[in-house]
Each structure stands twice: as structure tokens, then as C-alpha cells.
């Protein structure tokens, strides 16, 4: 074939398809094509093995026309002569110099059109990163600016706003009833104010109103007053969380908490209704085997779940 009859590469000269772990293989085609009819099995390895390997060359498609390359891509050794024939059946010679399949050069063309548009949206991907970085970036410049420049007004802000979150919480918790009948006395109201500051600290989502006949520890009103089972002595609602914080702690080996969210823990228990006397065992079995591993009361959470009953009702006790 003259330079004139060759036909125009099959790929582009940039198409790299390296690093590619697959080919496509239309078995369809294979099957039904002169070469699977009339090949030998070690003309068959010999061309299927060169359609690999050419996938892997740049342009992908192509293989160099020279003997003993090819007699070393097709892992034909010293037998290549005995299967060149069959084995190069359908690959032409085109104006590079290179040899093309016309089949494996579709597929290729096919993997490198889907290559190019993966490239594209990693790229589009990557400049719409950078340009929302350099925009908080921007935004953060222009806050620090505003700041040195007006400084009173931002600190007069902040001020403002804690100031008023702090005032509203302490208001709350000191015009809450400060008192409380319990067999026929009134508790102080130091001790009542204390009990209500800290039950004002609870989450709106854990004071929720627990699932009826439940213990009630955050003073929803379902059940105004719970004995201790040990000594028997009626407690009002802050009062039983005192007391259920101290005998669980006690029990886990924990320091008191000085959390909101180890409290919160707590408070979660029994507003589900799991009361102290059926933790505790659970939590000391746990806490003897577990040692000084034990940092934090979630510790036990999926215990007290899995092995306590949650929803016992306390008995009720009036005062006299």
C-alpha cells in the first residue's frame, strides 16, 4: 500500500488511554468475525492479546509495525511468525506508520471521548472550589475590616445579646414557685431556687413532657412527688433528680458532672422512664468490669436500654 492509498490514523495522536484497567469487548462481534472461525488457539492468544496491548499504547488503537515488537506484545515469542497472519487479520497500515484495528479503535475513541468529559467536570468541580474559597475568604477579609474599624459598635453588640440571653434564663429560674408542699412542710427557698437554676438549664428537647406513666424528673407535672425506695422519704420533682444523680454517679465511679451534657444523659433516662433502682445493678456490674476506662455516664447507655424496663410507674405519696 502506498503512501497515498493510507488511510489517516484511526485515534488522535494525544488519545492515552494508560492506566485504564479494562476494554470494552463486543463479544457479539467477536464471535461472529472470521478470526474466532478460522484461528488456531495459539492464533486467537496471540491477536486477542495484541488488541490488549494496543489499548494501552498512545494513540490507543495502534501498534508499531515492527516484527520483533510485536512478536514481543503478543507474547509470541519465537512462534510469531507461525501467527502473524492470523493474528494482525484486520489491522491496516495508516499514514503515522502505526498499524490500527478499526474495532479496537472505536472502542478506544469511545474511552477517550469519556476520559476527556470526566477530566472536564473534575476540572469545572475543582475551579468552583476555589472560587467559593476565595469568596469566604473575601467575606472573612471584609469582616475583620469592619471590626478594626468599628470596634464599640461590634462589642456593644455582643454585650447587648448575652447580656439579655443570661438576664432571661436568671429570670426564669427565680420567679419559678419557690416552694413546694412536702408532708406538710415547706422546703427552703434557696434549695428550690438552686434545683430550678439548674433544671432551666435543660434543652426545650429534653424537657419535653415524658410518655404517660413515666417518672416525670423535670417537673412536667404528671407526678409531683417520688420516695426514695431506701429510705422511703417523699422527694419533689428537683429533689429526685439530686438524689438520682448522686446514687448513679456513685455507682459508675464518676466524679459529679460538671457538664450540661452528661446531665442531660441522666435526664434522658429517667424522663424515658428507667428508673435509678434498675440502673444501678446494671451500671456497678458494667463499671467493675470496665475499671478506669469509664470516663463519661453514656458509657452505660445501651446497657441501661437493652437491660432496664423503661415506663415503671413510682408510686405516688402525698404529703400529710
Keep these: ?131 467559593k474559597k476565595a469568596a469566604d475568604e473575601a467575606g472573612k477579609r471584609a469582616t475583620q475590616s469592619a471590626t478594626v474599624a468599628h470596634p464599640s459598635s461590634v462589642t456593644t453588640s455582643v454585650t447587648t445579646s448575652v447580656t439579655e440571653s443570661v438576664t432571661d434564663i436568671a429570670t426564669r429560674s427565680v420567679t419559678t414557685p419557690v416552694a413546694q408542699t412536702v408532708t406538710g412542710s415547706k422546703l427552703s427557698t434557696s434549695k428550690v431556687s438552686k434545683q430550678e437554676s439548674r433544671l432551666a438549664l435543660v434543652p426545650e428537647a429534653v424537657r419535653a413532657t415524658p410518655k404517660a406513666g413515666a417518672p416525670d424528673p423535670l417537673g412536667t407535672g404528671m407526678a409531683d412527688i417520688y420516695p426514695d425506695r431506701e429510705t422511703g422519704k417523699p422527694m419533689v420533682n428537683g429533689e429526685f433528680l439530686d438524689i438520682a444523680r448522686r446514687r448513679i454517679y456513685d455507682a459508675a465511679g464518676l466524679p459529679e458532672p460538671d457538664s450540661l451534657r452528661e446531665l442531660t444523659t441522666l435526664i434522658g433516662w429517667l424522663a424515658a422512664g428507667y428508673v435509678p433502682d434498675d440502673m444501678i ?40
Design 1 to 131: 500500500m502506498t503512501g497515498a492509498e493510507l488511510a489517516a490514523p484511526l485515534t488522535p495522536p494525544e488519545c492515552d488511554l494508560r492506566g485504564m484497567p479494562y476494554m470494552p469487548l463486543d463479544i457479539v462481534r467477536l464471535f461472529d468475525s472470521d478470526l474466532y472461525a478460522l484461528s488456531t488457539g495459539d492464533e486467537f492468544k496471540a491477536a486477542l492479546t495484541l488488541w490488549g496491548k494496543s489499548f494501552l499504547q498512545v494513540p490507543a488503537g495502534s501498534l508499531p509495525d515492527d516484527d520483533r515488537i510485536l512478536a514481543h506484545l503478543s507474547n509470541a515469542g519465537s512462534s510469531w511468525r507461525k501467527v502473524k497472519a492470523m493474528a494482525l487479520r484486520g489491522w491496516i497500515q495508516c499514514l503515522d506508520g502505526r498499524l490500527y484495528h478499526p474495532v479496537v479503535a472505536e472502542k478506544a475513541n469511545d474511552a477517550w471521548a469519556a476520559r476527556l468529559a470526566s477530566k472536564s467536570r473534575t476540572e469545572a468541580a475543582r475551579l468552583a472550589k476555589a472560587d
Design 281 to 320: 445493678p446494671v451500671i456497678r456490674r458494667m463499671a467493675s468490669k470496665a475499671g478506669d476506662r469509664i470516663r463519661l455516664l453514656s458509657y452505660f447507655d445501651s446497657a441501661i436500654r437493652a437491660e432496664c424496663r423503661p415506663g415503671i410507674i413510682l408510686p405516688r405519696r402525698t404529703g400529710t
